[in-house]
């Protein structure tokens, strides 16, 4: 009989410690220190397509981040302008997750197919703004100062840089358009823009907010004046179609709508487009 009582004693003292091991796994995953859904994207990749100007936010704090999340998992990120990066995946660039400067280069895919409609989220916004050498003593102060500039103005190709078919739609509501047009220097991105102006190969230059805010070497004059942009600068995100690695991919997009990395973007001067 006191055998029998100790082997239920021990038999009741192994359960309690396997269910206070288990609570206490389950703790741990809820406090984000082994979840068992991250270990099943091991090995995985997500291959990134970014506009330029998104560069800074991604390689400096966004994908260590989600990498120290989900261990085990790559992201692969392309960076140009948009227009460059929707040629590269109509042309058949392996990409799971697209994030564009503007909303007419993901609506092309689209039209093609090539994107998951339903994961299309408008995501982010952005300022458009006039900057200077930080060093300049030109006399530019507005918009309109750029008709008496005698040097060059940089901006993005219209053809295919967001942010200079917002520029050219600024300069054209300003009425300035055609009277700046033969001074520009067309940049294949908006970071080549923003270098042009802080190594001073370029008077000044239209680029986004956060472009400026990135670049010591430069300074923002003004931001373009209300009512001269019509089509607000929105950063959409969607996954393309058939992406190589679905689950990381949607892990990935997840992870971009969280307060964490929400407050990222804040930081390096974007603001969350919350339609």
């Not at 200079?164 to 080549?192: D, H």
């Not at 089509?231 to 996954?239: D, F, G, H, L, R």
Request: glycine share 6%.
């Amino acid at each position: 009989m006191k055998s029998r009582n100790i082997l239920i004693i021990a038999a009741i003292f192994i359960v309690a410690i396997v269910g206070v091991g288990a609570c206490s796994a389950g703790l741990f995953d809820f406090l984000g220190g082994n979840n068992s859904s991250n270990s099943n994207l091991t090995g995985q990749e997500v291959n990134l397509a970014a506009a330029a100007s998104l560069k800074n936010v991604y390689d400096e704090k966004l994908i260590p981040m989600f990498e120290q999340k989900y261990p085990g998992v790559k992201v692969t990120p392309t960076y140009a302008s948009s227009g460059d990066l929707q040629s590269q995946i109509e042309n058949g660039l392996e990409a799971d997750v697209f994030m564009s400067a503007a909303n007419k280069q993901m609506n092309a895919l689209a039209n093609k197919s090539l994107i998951n409609n339903d994961t299309n989220v408008q995501f982010l916004e952005n300022k458009v703004v006039l900057i200077v050498p930080k060093d300049s003593s030109a006399n530019i102060s507005s918009f309109d100062d750029l008709k008496k500039v005698n040097g060059t103005i940089a901006i993005g190709d219209p053809a295919s840089v967001p942010a200079g078919q917002y520029g050219k739609e600024v300069l054209t509501n300003l009425g300035i358009w055609n009277a700046t047009e033969s001074k520009m220097s067309l940049g294949t991105s908006v970071t080549a823009v923003l270098n042009q102006v802080a190594e001073g190969s370029a008077d000044c230059g239209i680029v986004y907010a956060t472009d400026a805010k990135s670049n010591d070497k430069v300074k923002v004059v003004c931001e373009a004046p209300e009512g001269s942009l019509k089509t607000p600068v929105i950063y959409p995100v969607a996954e393309l179609k058939n992406p190589k690695h679905p689950e990381a991919a949607k892990a990935f997009m997840e992870f971009l709508k969280t307060k964490e990395a929400k407050d990222v973007f804040v930081e390096y001067g974007f603001t969350i487009h919350e339609k």
